[in-house]
């Protein structure tokens, strides 16, 4: 239980710090500027700026009420404010089941970093710049060279939500064929993806997830976003990023280093995700066994 004199001060302080990381964000949206690195953020995942802004106790605190914590999502008892566990699952049980059981796989799974981001030079395999999903950014080889490096250095993408991206003569390259079905089977805590989408998986939880937990995920992601697109074919030098050169055995190096200081950052924000659907499960018995497997 958070007396006022406790969560209002944390909600202004939460507040302060994401309007200052999201500052740029917000600019651009307000101009209708791009961003072929952040944006992927907002554009690809659902989450908005306004729900990383604003601040939640998360499931299992309860908050001492000032009228602003409104039914049905918050469950108001003897003056205090606690998320409403049973109208969340009804609402949303299907996809914190499905959270749960992604979270604990990719938890105790065993991390691979031998793909050296090669899904996003897939993604451009035999394109010519005017036919990529970037047109706008210049690629840093001709298509025939770029088909080379992908060739030479092979593809081991074992994440589906960045294989259906490939171009159907690159799908044929990797050496697996990832399918939406088998993603709790596949997805690997190295892989920069699937530590990326942690921040989709507190967006679905949001606001059971406490909002701390949610701008954890959003810097995580905002950190390996920007690696993901240093690494790619694309050349994004005029904004600022130098290239991670995995065409070589030094730029391959570079990555896996990043692959793995990602990974270890990654495993306690998915220990926290997946604490919340315990305690929701905790908070609403009749959904607990459903959580569980």
């Known amino acids: 239980m958070l007396t006022r004199d406790v ?3 944390l909600a202004a302080g939460h507040r302060r710090s994401a309007e200052t990381e999201l500052a740029d964000v917000v600019h651009r949206r307000d ?4 961003h072929p690195v952040e944006d992927f953020l907002f554009h690809y995942y659902n989450t908005r700026p306004s729900q990383l802004m604003q601040w939640h106790p998360g499931v299992g605190v ?3 009420d000032d009228g602003t914590w409104t039914p049905p999502m918050y469950r108001i008892t003897d003056g205090a404010a606690q998320l409403d566990a049973v109208h969340f699952l009804t609402k949303r049980g299907n996809t914190v089941a499905h959270a ?3 979270l604990r796989a990719t938890l105790d799974r065993e991390p691979n970093f031998g793909c050296f981001g090669m899904h996003e030079w897939a993604m451009v395999y035999r394109l010519r710049d005017d036919e990529t999903r970037h047109s706008k950014l210049r690629l840093r080889f001709p298509p025939d060279e770029l088909a080379d490096i992908v060739e030479t250095v092979g593809c081991r993408c074992s994440h ?3 294989f259906r991206f490939f171009t159907e003569p690159a799908r044929a390259l990797n050496i697996i064929a990832p399918t939406r079905e ?3 089977e596949l997805d690997q805590p190295g892989c920069l993806h699937v530590n990326m989408d942690l921040y989709r998986t507190a967006g679905k939880l949001w606001p059971a997830v406490p909002s701390s937990l949610l701008l954890n995920t959003f810097r995580l992601a ?3 976003r920007e690696v993901d697109m240093r690494a790619s074919a694309y050349d994004l030098t005029d904004w600022g990023y130098e290239p ?3 065409e070589t055995a030094e730029g391959r190096a570079e990555y896996v280093r990043f692959q793995r200081r990602f990974a270890e950052r990654a495993q306690p924000l998915r220990r926290e995700l997946l604490r919340v659907v315990e305690l929701l499960g905790e908070a609403a018995p009749k959904y607990r066994e459903s959580l569980a497997t």
Do not use: K, S, T
């Open 7 to 9: 969560w209002e001060p």
């Open 31 to 34: 101009r209708g500027l791009r």
């Open 62 to 64: 309860a908050v001492e």
């Open 100 to 102: 749960g059981r992604l």
């Open 160 to 162: 589906f939500d960045a």
């Open 182 to 184: 088998r993603q709790i």
């Open 222 to 224: 905002r950190e390996i």
């Open 244 to 246: 991670i050169r995995v």
